[in-house]
């Protein structure tokens, strides 16, 4: 048998355990056998180690791998809860069951809807201003809210692209529905839903049409025969409806005809028709070939592209220079700020300056000239009697009537009849003593709220609701009464000249920023109503001072247009807190005398004109920097150090207007101002190219001082510099004082007045005193209680006395040599 290397293993190592008597080669040979034996062993050894260890080390990384590979950990999102309370008369669906809300919309006329997500600031803002319009028109619109935001709901899942929270959507049962863009507070939500519920105005007679006119800025009329279908009405009620998306709050009325006999005594010739009424025009709806269809969108754009109105009435809400950008082209503009409240039927102070535009408007030469007179004056008419009605006396006096029941009678009266009815042998085979009890499904009238009485009933207690909510926003606003005096007529003022004004009305209690910027306090204002001309061309605006009337607005009008307005300066308001304005309050110099003070319009010209002293003003676009600030701080001191009266100043631009011929087109703008005694300044502006610092301040400040001031201060400036320029300095000065004379001594020469030249001969007298006192200084002699230097001073004091010539001198001088030439 062959062995194998098992075999031989296992056999050598018994035989180490037996005693052997073995030759020495024998010996030998065993022992490098045990060698090579212990050599292998440790390969093998080595070899399974390492085997173990890659091993392990796989097995640590497949671990790892496992670990972090299992799917990452997403937080769950909050469960939804309420977002409108439960007793609230708003239906929440909070957990964004869309198809459930929109089974509630189908059962309901009209309903309004709010797409919120309750994390959604503006959603919780508008939350209760929408539970607002719900308490006042919750018998008559359907109001849900849904939640859109809620992962996983219908809602979410339907429309998870909604870029912005709330979406208002008001729905009737055959439309698709309304988008409200309008402002979201309770009182515009009601007047639009109001809108929604009735979008069409029937019209009967031509009296309809024409009370219309006289109410609306524009009417947009179709004619729908109803005699072979309503396809053509429904239409137009569709174009009604989607109109109020554009037009919140109304200034379109839509109005239908549907006789044709009305029609042909309008001058409709083809039906259907549609034809958009304008103050001073008419637009008609015409199809020139059959691909031009009566639908929706071709309406919808016709109406739009061709309305106009004299008085633009802004909403700007967010995008305010959107509003405005359209009549921001250099022409001016007139702005009546007053309460535009929505829920009134009409605005007398709106309408007046509606009359007054198209007054303004109607050129002679126009062949609308004399309808759009007497429109002005059906105008005039429903204004005042608008004005003279007073709905809430009138509610206040409504008895509501209680429903009249009819008595029933008792079984004692039926007895009786039964009687009755036996001794006259009438045939009755039973009677029924629970006659008053027998149960039906007919109302009587008077309980039935459906009936002609109660339909008045409840219309009477829901335009009593709606007036006291619109009294919450504020009271009814007119104008003034005119007492007396005739009023200015203004017709077609704007063809006379080169510009015509924009005249906008925009809402005072929902933007009273825009007339505290203005520099107007509109709460303080006169039933918050305040008129103001903005002329951008010129950098000017106008503020009407007196009572909104129809007077006033005229004369206004009138006197710019013939260039008599004063020019009202913007100023600071108070008592704007919600300008969000963080002003400059801060007071520069501390406890040292010299400080900064902030100016208004007010006080700006009583500071500048302070005789004998210079006064240095800093104009700022907001708030100054500190740089023009220390400069300003800097200058004033060095000059009231050098003997000149100096005080420093700053104003905000952004909040306070300057005179016209101060304006500056670039921040700061450093202002000197040198007052003669005579109540008007002279001013000097500091170069734009410069660097500001105080030294600049102080150099422009002494060129505006005269002669003898600026002498007196040049000196006091060189006894504060060192030795080495003491010396540059008195140089400077004499060569200033050289040339005076030399200036003075040729006018002296040129004039032939004997007054004027007397004059000119006392100047050089005392400025060959001050050039002997200079010459006769020294570097050394520029310090404090010099004698020498008192002499140089009291010198140019006394050249002070007699620096001055009379301005008739002057004047007399000018007309002889006029003469002369």
Request: hydrophobic share 40%; charged share 20%; proline share 4%.
């Amino acid at each position: 048998m062959i062995p194998t290397v098992d075999s031989e293993d296992i056999s050598q190592v018994t035989s180490l355990k037996e005693k052997h008597n073995l030759t020495s080669d024998v010996r030998d040979s065993s022992e490098n056998s045990q060698v090579a034996i212990q050599s292998n062993n440790r390969d093998i050894t080595v070899n399974m180690l390492i085997k173990e260890l890659v091993f392990c080390i796989a097995l640590a990384l497949t671990t790892y791998g496992a670990l972090h590979n299992t799917p990452s950990k997403v937080s769950k999102h909050p469960q939804a809860v309420r977002f409108f309370d439960s007793e609230s008369v708003v239906t929440d669906w909070y957990r964004g069951q869309l198809a459930n809300a929109l089974a509630a919309v189908n059962l309901a006329d009209v309903s309004f809807i709010m797409y919120y997500a309750p994390w959604d600031a503006e959603s919780q803002h508008v939350r209760s201003e929408f539970e607002k319009a719900a308490n006042v028109l919750n018998d008559r619109v359907h109001f849900s809210a849904i939640n859109c935001w809620n992962p996983g709901s219908e809602c979410r899942l339907q429309h998870n692209k909604i870029p912005s929270w709330p979406i208002l959507m008001a729905y009737t049962v055959n439309s698709r529905g309304v988008l409200y863009k309008g402002p979201r507070d309770a009182h515009h939500m009601v007047h639009f839903l109001g809108l929604v519920m009735k979008p069409l105005e029937r019209v009967s007679s031509t009296e309809d049409l024409v009370n219309l006119l006289s109410i609306y800025d524009a009417v947009a009329v179709a004619y729908t025969p109803l005699t072979d279908t309503s396809k053509y009405y429904n239409v137009w009620y569709n174009v009604a409806l989607k109109s109020h998306e554009f037009d919140t709050v109304g200034e379109i009325c839509f109005a239908v005809v549907t006789s044709a006999e009305l029609a042909v005594d309008l001058g409709v010739e083809s039906l259907p028709n549609a034809q958009l009424m304008l103050w001073n025009d008419t637009k008609e709806f015409k199809t020139e070939n059959e691909n031009r269809s009566w639908n929706e969108s071709t309406l919808m754009q016709w109406v739009l592209e061709n309305f106009s109105q004299p008085v633009a009435r802004i909403i700007p809400m967010w995008k305010k220079s959107f509003s405005f950008e359209r009549y921001a082209d250099g022409s001016p503009m007139l702005l009546l700020f007053t309460p535009l409240n929505p829920m009134y039927e009409q605005l007398p102070s709106y309408s007046l300056l509606r009359e007054v535009a198209m007054e303004y408007y109607n050129c002679k030469n126009n062949d609308t000239n004399q309808w759009i007179a007497e429109l002005i004056k059906l105008q005039q008419v429903q204004r005042l009697i608008y004005q003279q009605k007073n709905f809430y006396k009138f509610c206040q006096e409504y008895k509501v009537k209680k429903p009249i029941r009819k008595q029933k009678k008792n079984f004692y009266d039926n007895y009786e009849q039964c009687h009755l009815f036996e001794d006259n042998d009438s045939k009755i085979t039973k009677m029924d003593t629970d006659k008053e009890n027998v149960g039906t499904t007919m109302l009587p009238r008077e309980d039935d709220p459906l009936s002609a009485e109660g339909l008045i009933q409840g219309n009477v207690e829901h335009l009593c609701r709606l007036s006291r909510f619109a009294a919450e926003l504020g009271p009814p606003i007119s104008p003034a009464k005119v007492t007396g005096g005739n009023i200015t007529h203004i017709d077609g003022l704007s063809c006379t000249g080169n510009t015509s004004l924009h005249m906008i009305a925009v809402d005072s209690v929902q933007n009273h920023h825009f007339p505290e910027a203005l520099g107007i306090d509109i709460a303080r204002e006169k039933d918050m109503t305040a008129v103001v001309i903005l002329d951008s061309r010129h950098g000017s605006q106008y503020v009407l001072a007196e009572e909104y009337s129809a007077k006033s607005i005229r004369d206004f009008i009138y006197n710019y247009t013939r260039n008599e307005l004063r020019r009202s300066l913007r100023t600071q308001v108070a008592d704007a807190v919600h300008t969000h304005y963080y002003g400059l309050n801060d007071v520069i110099g501390g406890d040292d005398v010299i400080g900064v003070a902030d100016l208004t319009s007010r006080t700006f010209r009583r500071f500048v004109t302070a005789p004998g002293t210079v006064s240095l003003v800093a104009v700022c676009g907001g708030s100054c920097g500190a740089h023009a600030s220390r400069a300003l701080l800097g200058a004033a001191r060095l000059l009231s150090r050098c003997g000149v009266p100096a005080r420093a100043a700053r104003l905000d631009a952004a909040r306070h207007d300057l005179p016209a011929h101060l304006d500056a087109h670039l921040y700061p703008a450093l202002l000197v101002f040198v007052a003669d005694g005579s109540g008007e300044a002279d001013s000097r502006v500091y170069p734009l190219s410069e660097r500001v610092s105080s030294g600049g301040l102080v150099a422009l400040a002494l060129r505006s001082l005269g002669v003898p001031h600026h002498l007196r201060a040049r000196v006091a400036l060189c006894s504060a510099t060192s030795n080495i320029e003491k010396k540059a300095c008195l140089r400077d000065i004499r060569e200033h004082i050289s040339n005076l004379i030399g200036t003075n001594l040729k006018y002296w020469r040129r004039t032939d007045v004997r007054e004027l030249k007397d004059s000119l001969l006392r100047r050089l007298q005392h400025l060959n005193q001050i050039s002997l006192h200079l010459s006769l200084l020294h570097s050394t002699d520029l310090k404090e209680n010099n004698l020498k230097q008192k002499s140089l001073l009291d010198a140019v004091g006394a050249l002070a006395n007699a620096w001055r010539i009379d301005v008739s001198v002057l004047r007399k001088n000018s007309t002889t040599t006029n003469r002369t030439r």
